[in-house]
């Protein structure tokens, strides 16, 4: 009798501790548009799920749903997760830009010619001109993407040759810089480009070196590839819903608050950089089923003057929709 109270008692013990430590441990739901091999993926989210797993003794852990398991398409990451549909959302700023508009003035051409400097420069920022758009969420990271090339279906390495081109910039608030260029703006998310080029809705694309490659793939429609164009910027953006961070125990508040800001956004933008890097070892232009194009310097200054006369465009709407400081917002991302 006195050896089954004794096993009983080891067994709710068993059972107490089990609960305690389940009450303690922590899964947090990943939801992304991209597939499972992108470079946010195998990059930043693996840093962010290992450090989290380390740093709490593999009591906060994180699931990654890929290619659109919590939803498909990109435009509604944002709304995703403020209803909780995902404790964390990766997606991109410019899909929602009434959200983002001052977040915006991070995709025009600028100083910086890679992610990691975009990104610095963004978040040198952030504090002062930029993390009110961010107050209904819990921000992890805020990086870009580096819009060096110009991929399609015509030769745009002149100013000629961008006279009348569809193309897709990397936000419709780019227009005026677009339409300086004598190109005709067409807006489209980056899951439909590859279909775009394809079909002829579009001639050209504004992107980065590693969408020739998987799982984007554009080098399998491209005629052309065209480099030393005025470098643009795609925001994208990790968030946490506010609610399920509060949620969370002081100890692991405090592991997210380490990671997230700059030191996860700078995984974010060398994330990108990395997989342009490992394009670049890749691809050599003289073996590609396109043809490779550099644009001259006296091509590059035209181009260049084009974006300083849109820029002027840009800072008139911004002050009629209640931004009179984009100019020194802008600026300020560029300092």
């Known amino acids: 009798m006195i050896f089954n109270r004794f096993k009983l008692t080891l067994a709710m013990t068993a059972v107490l501790g089990l609960s305690a430590f389940s009450a303690h441990a922590e899964e947090l739901s990943v939801g992304t548009f991209v597939p499972p091999n992108h470079e946010t993926n195998t990059g930043m989210f693996k840093w962010f799920g290992d450090e989290i797993a380390r740093r709490s003794g593999g009591e906060l852990t994180m699931k990654l749903y890929p290619a659109g398991q919590l939803g498909a398409g990109p435009v509604q990451q944002y709304k995703r997760t403020i209803e909780g549909v995902a404790d964390i ?61 110009f991929v399609g279906t015509r030769d745009v390495s002149t100013m000629e040759g961008l006279k009348g081109a569809k193309l897709v910039p990397f936000a419709a608030m780019t227009t005026p810089v677009i339409e300086g260029l004598g190109a005709v703006p067409v807006q489209m998310p980056v899951t439909e480009m590859y279909t775009g080029l394809s079909t002829g809705t579009i001639d050209v694309v504004t992107t980065s070196l590693n969408s020739l490659m998987p799982p984007w793939n554009l080098a399998d429609v491209a005629k052309y590839a065209v480099e030393n164009i005025p470098v643009s910027f795609q925001v994208t953006y990790a968030i946490m819903n506010k609610e399920r961070y509060e949620g969370l125990s002081a100890e692991h508040r405090a592991i997210i608050d380490e990671l997230a800001g700059l030191p996860m956004s700078m995984e974010l933008a060398k994330s990108f950089d990395h997989a342009d ?50 100019q020194a917002i802008y600026e300020a991302l560029n300092n």
């Open 89 to 149: 959302t990766f997606g991109v700023a410019a899909y929602t830009p009434t959200i983002f508009p001052k977040t915006m003035l991070a995709i025009l051409p600028g100083k910086a010619n890679n992610s990691v400097e975009s990104t610095q420069r963004y978040w040198s920022a952030f504090d002062e001109f930029l993390a009110d758009e961010f107050s209904e969420v819990k921000v992890l990271a805020v990086g870009t993407v580096a819009g060096g090339i």
């Open 277 to 326: 890097d490992v394009a670049r070892e890749v691809l050599d232009p003289n073996e590609l089923p396109y043809e490779w194009k550099t644009v001259s310097d006296t091509e590059r200054a035209k181009m260049d003057a084009a974006v300083i006369e849109g820029m002027a465009a840009i800072y008139e709407d911004y002050a009629d929709r209640g931004i009179p400081n984009a």
